[in-house]
């Protein structure tokens, strides 16, 4: 009893990881949504414009550390030719909802990111973007027990000098570091 609870180390001293895959069955699509598409046998959704929404969900695992933020892993492909270090633009609104609480009066954070295709930029062509979601967010933070809720969007830059225009995503993974004893600490 008592015991710290230490993140699991590897054998170079680097905390444990841990990656979930979020089951795309499950997310919903907005009022403007992508369209369901497969290049070459690869399913997911494609998404040509900026007012293009996909809800994503998912609870917090109970064995993160507690103290360290999550990755939103977004796995996509290009459906054209791009330029060379175009960048593939996310935008993210995230609410951390906890037990009791209202959602409409929970706080939000609003990370974003651009992601440089450097010279991986032929017609389906894969790229990992990582989305950091700040657990301890002064407006929105995450914790144990929490439902974590997405908008996924691109940004109004779909398609303009320096963005690639569409992008299909096939994949969402979060990783998040974990605790050595796999439940809350």
């Known amino acids: 009893m008592g015991q710290a609870n230490t993140a699991p180390r590897l054998e170079n001293g680097q905390p444990a990881l841990q990656s979930c895959r979020l089951p795309m069955e499950d997310f919903r699509k907005g009022v403007s949504s992508p369209v369901a598409t497969n290049r070459n046998g690869v399913a997911g959704y494609l998404f040509t414009a900026p007012a293009e929404i996909l809800y994503v969900q998912f609870c917090i695992p109970t064995n993160w550390d507690g103290e360290n933020n999550f990755d939103l892993v977004i796995h996509c492909v290009l459906d054209a030719d791009e330029t060379a270090n175009d960048l593939i633009d996310w935008e993210t609104s995230v609410i951390s909802i906890a037990d009791h609480e209202n959602v409409d009066t929970a706080g939000v954070q609003t990370p974003g990111v651009n992601h440089d295709i450097g010279a991986v930029n032929t017609i389906g062509s894969f790229h990992m973007v990582t989305v950091v979601l700040d657990y301890d967010d002064a407006t ?37 570091i974990m605790n050595r004893l796999g439940e809350p600490v």
């Open 140 to 176: 929105c933070p995450i914790n144990y027990g929490d439902n974590v809720s997405i908008v996924l969007s691109r940004t109004a830059n779909v398609g303009a000098a320096g963005y690639v225009a569409g992008v299909i995503v096939i994949d969402i993974c979060i990783g998040y």
